[in-house]
């Protein structure tokens, strides 16, 4: 007997979810020549009447795809056309057009959507009995494979009942400032790059034990003159710079619902990407919740792990995340401390499960292995498919596989409730395969998610299908861990 069950939901991509960004031609190439003032000139020399029949035009075709586009156009136009004391300003409808110029669309799901999480919403009102929202974080991909993190919501229950809400338009981008840092977090992430010498010693001396990117040049300008000048001076303070600019907080207005908000790359380290968000409702010692994920940042090169914290899903902070286990993609946290300390799931070997601790949730120790590939189907690497979920028998966690032809499928380790470094149980066989209707798609054969929930005895299981749509699944609790063969020589490590 098949242990998951289908609800028959699914959501699919939806090319009308655009967003609307800066465009300078020539910048797009890299390297490449920029073409901004020759066409800045050229928007500058049309009639006055055509500027208006145009502006006019771009209003009545684009207002309802952009949240506050005219301000939005207003804003590129600043960038690439700043005004100059003592030239003539340009008029209203001109400075339209000219942002327009330096924009264009980009569809946010117009390659691929996959590799959801679910988590309790913040909204659980005009529920009936048995029902439980659900905030489902999705991967989308669009033009470049640049991914950003989106949302939707859904309602699980009562029984076996699944039913995903509207996605509201239009998709709107948060609003960016800056983040603030614990000094010792960044002590920590500069020890981690090997990069605390005498300016970086000098610089957090004089920071306080809390600060923002103000912060920080306060504390430059008040560094002695001959360590900014000494050898690596001027490299460490750049690389200090970045690192704290990486961080940041974006939030969304009161009026924009979860399905419409997205964290698109906002830094250098994510400008290729925000990949594979795991999120999980973490419950502090003294009661008080908080939403965390962990996902991947993507610059085109280099892949590093962060730390999204959120106490209602409308305002987010981005921070950077250290340590030997911070180091490849697929963190997933426990939803609580064990313990007395931060406990996560990662692969920082690139193919096996690990069992990584913390004190602060920032810096990760060495991880201890807990899963190797093994099996048949998962004979290329195993990973989590999102955080651990606790059970009365252990902490459930939900994995992938990779096997012959690259194919993907779900399985489930059970680790104990008090000491996770030992696994009490495992599937061996899939809990979960790509059916025959479900393995084409912009990645073949896979069926991939970042972590589901349990409401009234059910997993609930959103996945990803081919990096093509969203399907959900459901299994008991009790029979999937029934079916669990117990391991006999418990992975233990000191």
Known sequence: MSLAHDTGASVLPQPERVIARLFVPGEELTPGRSRRAAVAERVLDLPEPEVQRLAAQLLKDFSSRHRGYPDLLRAHASMVHPPVPGQVPMTPDRTLLMGATFTNEY???????????????????????????LAISLRSIGEGHLSSIGFCSAVAGPGEKWVFEPRRLPAVVGVNSSARWRRDHLR??????????????????????????????????????????????QATLEQVRHLVTSAYQVSFPEDVELSQRVLFPATEEESNGLEDARFVQFTEDDGSLEYRATYTAYDGHRIAPRLLT???????HAHRLAGPAARNKGMALFP???????????RSDGE??????SADGFLWDEPVPLQVPQLPWEVLQVG?????IETDRGWLVLTHGVGPMRVYAIGALLLDLDDPRRVLARLDEPFLRAAPDEREGYVPNVVYSCGGVVHEGRLWLPYGIGDARIGVAWAYVEELLDAMSAVT????SS
Do not use: K, M, W
């Open 107 to 133: 569809a946010l799901e117009g390659a691929a959507i996959c590799n959801p999480s679910a988590v309790a919403h913040p909204d659980q009102s005009g529920l009936e009995a048995g029902q439980v929202r």
């Open 188 to 233: 920590a992430v500069l020890a981690d790059r090997g990069a605390v010498d005498g300016l970086a010693h000098s610089l957090l001396a004089a920071l306080p034990e809390h600060f923002t990117e103000a912060g920080l040049e306060a504390a430059v300008a008040g560094v002695h003159q001959n360590l900014l000048g000494h050898t690596g001076g």
């Open 310 to 316: 959120s106490p209602d899903l409308r305002t987010f």
């Open 336 to 346: 609580r401390r064990v313990g007395g300390e931060y406990l996560a799931l990662c």
């Open 352 to 357: 096996s499960t690990s069992l990584a601790r």
């Open 384 to 388: 989590n498919c999102g955080s651990p």
């Open 489 to 492: 020589a418990a992975n233990t």
